[in-house]
């Protein structure tokens, strides 16, 4: 696969994920057949572009709906140790 060929189905898996959790067939708050499936889809994806920021900004998006705390915690903190990393490579000695 490309480079092109990733962020391509990138896009099109956060799109389709966004569909998924704007789907007003049920509650929005509560995990529900919609929000599974993006959650799936989502998480499912995440491996194989574990740098991606949509992907997991979709993640917390989600979470954080269905009030899973530790679970958002635990994606910002990664978050955060990946702009940590990006700014100490930048740093000038």
């Known amino acids: 696969m490309t480079e092109l060929d990733i962020s391509n189905a990138e896009d099109l898996l956060v799109i389709a994920a966004n569909i998924l959790t704007e789907i007003k067939v049920y509650d929005g708050t509560v995990l529900n057949p919609y929000n599974f ?3 799936c889809m989502l998480e499912h994806g995440l491996p194989y572009n574990p740098e991606s920021l949509r992907i997991k900004a ?3 998006k989600l979470y954080s ?12 903190q990664k978050i955060q140790l990946k702009f940590e990393k990006d700014k100490n490579i930048f740093k000038r000695t």
């Open 37 to 39: 499936t993006a959650i």
């Open 58 to 60: 979709s993640l917390l």
């Open 65 to 76: 709906k269905l009030g899973c705390s530790k679970t958002v915690a635990s994606i910002c």
